[in-house]
């Protein structure tokens, strides 16, 4: 029931046979939120998610790499809502009912197999609690995530 997700957490589970490993697991990407025609497509309803940064997963991973530890470690970032997420983009909010995520998926550009697999796990993220060994949160911010987006 969390889309894509299945399939890493089988080969986490995969790996541990065979293997000790860190599994670093963030939460969604600030880099994953996008505007869409001056559009920002919400699917979350009044949840506020937190999101992380990849450079505060990469640099967690160097951490881990450079100090190895067998263990799970959920990664956050701050948690926002989807008025905070579209002004941070500039962009018009748009709430997406439950019954219409595959099909504002799809409209977004996404092939109709993945578009159902994340509208799937979008339907469960705001049900979902950090699970791992240890929680780290990371310190960026989604303004300054999109602000270095629009630098490069």
Do not use: W
Not at 70 to 98: H, M, Q, S
Not at 115 to 128: G, K, N, T
Not at 135 to 150: E, I
């Amino acid at each position: 029931g969390n889309g894509p997700c299945a399939v890493l957490h089988d080969a986490e589970r995969r790996l541990r046979e065979v293997t000790s490993l860190c599994v670093l697991r963030p939460c969604m990407f600030q880099e994953s939120v996008r505007n869409h025609g001056g559009k920002y497509f919400h699917f979350f309803g009044a949840h506020r998610l937190p999101m992380i940064a990849t450079r505060d997963v990469a640099a967690h991973a160097v951490r881990c790499l450079l100090s190895p530890r067998v263990e799970v470690v959920d990664l956050v970032g701050p948690a926002y809502g989807g008025a905070e997420i579209a002004t941070a983009l500039n962009a018009r909010l748009i709430e997406v009912p439950l019954e219409q995520h595959t099909q504002t998926l799809i409209e977004c550009g996404l092939p109709a197999p993945l578009a159902s697999s994340i509208a799937e796990l979008y339907a469960c993220l705001p049900h979902v609690a950090p699970r791992g060994d240890r929680l780290v949160a990371g310190a960026t911010t989604l303004p300054q995530t999109v602000h270095d987006a629009r630098r490069t």
